[in-house]
């Protein structure tokens, strides 16, 4: 989830100005691939706002949407301040009406045939992403735009993780993947090759867990394409530091913007779990009865509904920060976001582990569809998301709730998050995690938070 006339001119143009130089493919052919790499400034060039086209990845949802907007409208204005012609920018989910255009690779071919004639590179950035536009052009401008250039802030992995399919694991440093919140990049040649593969080659995996390391992975082709070039200016401070003067991109904290959080009442928390239907109810079953449960009206008229696992470890004052971003008169459906089959028309959906919340217009929505279990023991987080991709009802991903563990994740990402949920108790103290990772400072005790009842 190619601008060759316009490169081409620019580059020849530079070369006419340095005399000693017979010609542009001359000046080309004495420079080996690996001598450019490492030292890409060789290639200067005059890279302009009208030469980069920017892809914000949103989501089609009120508070995503207007968190995209705004970092279009700021992108506007930084191009009018060095008085350059506004740039094309790209809300993801407006794109087309695929809603699996999040995992970029379906969203690639539009992307390419469309932008690619004009302008000479892709620019991702996240909501959190902040661009400065000057330093960022300087960055561009070094790298020879007829080659193809994968660029971003690598991240790679300690130890083999469950959430890579234990790639690489006798050295999983060895791979480098972009964090895709600092920002990345794809040169055009690189982005109409790869849209063209797209075509023919679907990723090998249908599952998209973290798609910043699946991106990498079908680029890089197992040594046939580029792999990650490191882009120090891509930057993973914090914008507020004073140390980012020569950063590219910087970062907000995901939830800057949020208001007030929710009330305690306004949440109610089922857990699929009890002794009396473990032999005969299975987790898809569990999870309907809960939502006919909430719906009704009978046990609770709270606005927002969170389903979790009994192996789900979750901060809840953290959850009614989260959820005051939210507006529960939409059917807000949101957590982990995960895919299956979307390179062939597939569906997105929240993964259950790290807890699933719902707004009651989206319960609501979801049981009117007509949407249940094809059998008890079906995966129910994959159901509703086959149930919502239906309806025409988004998934909302927040990378603040986990499917696995904190060590499955890269520390980096971690320690400039608060996380909301993690899951599963293998080889971990869950209340060792708890109190490092998801406990409040000068939190109350957690019997006097919720109230408990033996209902499913």
Known sequence: MSGYTAGHGLICFCCSLIFFVPSCNAFYDGISEKQE??????FDQFIEVQDV???????KNSYHTHRAEQRRTELLHQAQTLNQSSPDVVLLHKLSDYDGNWSILPALP??????????LWIVFLEEETNVNLHNLLQVLSKFNTRKEWFLGRPLHDD????????????DPSSFSYPDFMAGWALSCPLAKRTAERVNYEPPKSDF??????????????????????????????????????????????????CGNPVQKEDVFVAVKTCQRFHGDRGHCQKTFAILKRF??????????????????????????????CYDPNEAVSVGERYGYGLSR???????????????????????????????????????????LTTLGLPVTHSPLFHQARPQDYVKELLARQSPISFHKHWNINPVAVYQHWLKEPNQRRAHSLTKTREEL
């Open 345 to 387: 028309d597939g569906y997105s959906y929240i993964t259950g582990g790290g807890g699933m919340v719902f707004s009651r217009v989206a319960v609501q929505n979801i049981l009117a569809g007509g949407c249940g279990c094809h059998s008890s023991d079906a995966p129910d987080d994959m159901v509703l998301g086959m149930c």
């Open 37 to 42: 790499r490492n030292d890409p400034q060789m």
């Open 53 to 59: 086209v920017f892809v914000i990845q949103s989501q």
């Open 208 to 257: 998209t867990i973290d798609l910043q390391h699946e991106i990498a992975l079908y680029i890089w082709e197992e040594g046939r394409g580029p792999a990650l070039t490191v882009v120090n200016e891509f930057c993973s401070e914090l914008q507020r530091l004073s140390s980012t003067g020569d950063c590219a991109t910087t970062i907000n904290t995901f939830l800057s913007a």
């Open 159 to 170: 130890e083999p993780t469950i959430i890579h399919h234990y790639a690489f694991s006798e």
């Open 110 to 119: 539009r992307l390419a045939s469309q932008y690619c004639q004009t302008s």
């Open 295 to 324: 719906a009704s009206g009978v046990v609770t008229q709270a606005p927002w509904l969170l389903i979790v696992d009994d192996d789900t470890l979750i901060s809840l004052p953290r959850l009614w920060r989260l959820l005051g």
